[in-house]
């Protein structure tokens, strides 16, 4: 018979997973704004004491709710980790249900679909905890032409007639409940675990292969540069959606990336004017009025505004100042960049040093921000770089006018060479880095193909997908954090052993 401090031991054990999950979670909510903040106090931008205590009080409370992240992922690994003691029952020769239990003579088997079911379940009850109850909106059908603002004022269930000439009807339906915010969520936990399960297999592959050979000493390139071309990939699709379409990104993400690029809107505005045919080079345009006042700005021929007589517009307008050479501005890029990276990674690394810190892990920090400041900047510098290079130095002497015209460089061609030049500058980071960025961009990249919101009814598939994810990499990452790439493998190992 268990003792009560035995009892208590037990019930420790049981909450710390949750406990440990609810507490990463909060850091990790609560990190990025408080840091933002803690830049801007550095930089001086003018906050008055009582606007900082009131920021300082929404960053600390607001992950506190019970439908916040925290809460989620606390009830996540607790809900796992307090289903597990009740499926083992099943694989127990006095249960009831024993003999039905397929995995019972097998242990190792066993306590893996014990792990693996128990976080299934748990992941399925959870996710709803993050969707945003009543978000509804009103949809309407018709025949084109009618007014779709007035199913706002008419009863659900009803047609009205709005234009008695073209007889053209609006119904009204119902209104739709929305789901969707945990699409970035979900999208991270599947590719995690198609990254985990793919790893999984190529070791088994690679170990029967080598056995096969009878040495062990057989190199993959192919898997060396995996993350790589991973990265070039997903970055390139990223930078493509933000610019042409760019609500397909979380807004949180689509700032970030006009923060760190730096950009005048009105060059993001031309680009995209000219990806919908609204200015055409030998034809005179009423929509170009960001490129007179580019022109204006920076002291420009305002005849260079004018696509119906400049063929094609120069760079130097897109330069933003910095004169005509283009290995110049790529140049005054790198530097800005960096210095805007290097502002946002070196206390970064700082902070995580502070729990030992020391001499020579400063220095790693350092080296280590340094490192990732030049990727960043060298992003950004290739970007602008592969744009100049298609647009007038060596897209139109490869490609003749006859094949390739002018327009088309401007509709989307010069903007696509500089998202597959600029995801190359991943080869400056170091090649765990490589892992941790390319799984981070990937899922953002994913998300571009899919509605950032859908009817709620769907929610079922998402859910379905959501929870098989999460359960394969909980159990992955508890046998052996290796199985799970990067940091998240050692991270979940560290938070689901109670030990």
Known sequence: MSSPRQNIRVKAALLKPAARAYGLAYLLVVGPPLLKLSLALYSRKGLSSQTTLHSIYRIFSEPLVFRGFPSFCGLLVGLSTLLQPLFKLLGDGHAPLYKYWPWRRHQRANALVVRFLSTLIAAWSGLPMLQVPGQMVSTAVGSQGAKEEEANHTPAGTCIATDQKTAAVLCVKRPVALAGRTIDLTLFAVVRALDSSLGLLSSHYRDSLAVKEQTRSSKWPVFAYADVALFVVSSGIVMDSWFYRPDALPKT???????????????????????????????????????????????????????????????????????????????????????????????????????????????????????????????????????????????????????????????????????????????????????????????????????????????????????????????????????????????????????
Not at 299 to 326: F, N, Q
Not at 334 to 347: G, Q, V
Request: net charge positive; aromatic share 12%.
């Open 253 to 499: 993400y689509r700032e970030w990336i006009r923060s760190a690029a730096q950009v005048d809107d009105r060059l993001v505005q031309v680009l995209r004017q000219a990806r919908r045919g609204e200015f055409v080079y030998g034809e005179k345009s009423e929509k170009l009025s960001a490129l007179r006042s580019l022109c204006e700005d920076y002291r420009l021929p305002l005849a260079w505004s004018d696509p119906a007589t400049t063929i094609p517009i120069p760079c130097e307008l897109v330069h933003m100042g910095t004169g005509p050479s283009c290995h110049w501005h790529a140049l005054t890029r790198l530097i800005k960049a960096f210095k805007f990276a290097l502002a946002m990674y070196l206390p970064l690394q700082v902070l995580l040093q502070l729990r030992r810190p020391s001499r020579a892990a400063m220095l790693g920090a350092s080296k280590a921000a340094l490192r990732s400041s030049m990727f960043l900047a060298s992003f950004i510098s290739l970007f602008y770089y592969g744009v100049c290079l298609c647009r007038t130095q060596l897209g139109p002497r490869i490609f003749p006018s006859k094949f390739v015209s002018p327009m088309m460089w401007e509709q989307g061609l010069c903007v696509r060479a500089g998202c597959l030049l600029c995801g190359w500058s991943i080869l400056i980071e170091s090649k765990r880095r490589r892992q941790e960025i390319a799984l981070f961009v990937a899922p953002r990249a994913a998300t571009t193909f899919l509605p950032r919101q859908y009817d709620s009814k769907y929610f079922w598939r998402e859910r379905t997908v959501f929870s098989v994810g999460v359960a394969l990499l909980f159990t992955l990452a508890y046998e052996d954090p290796r199985r799970v790439r990067g940091m998240l493998g050692s991270v979940l190992h560290n938070i689901l052993h109670s030990s």
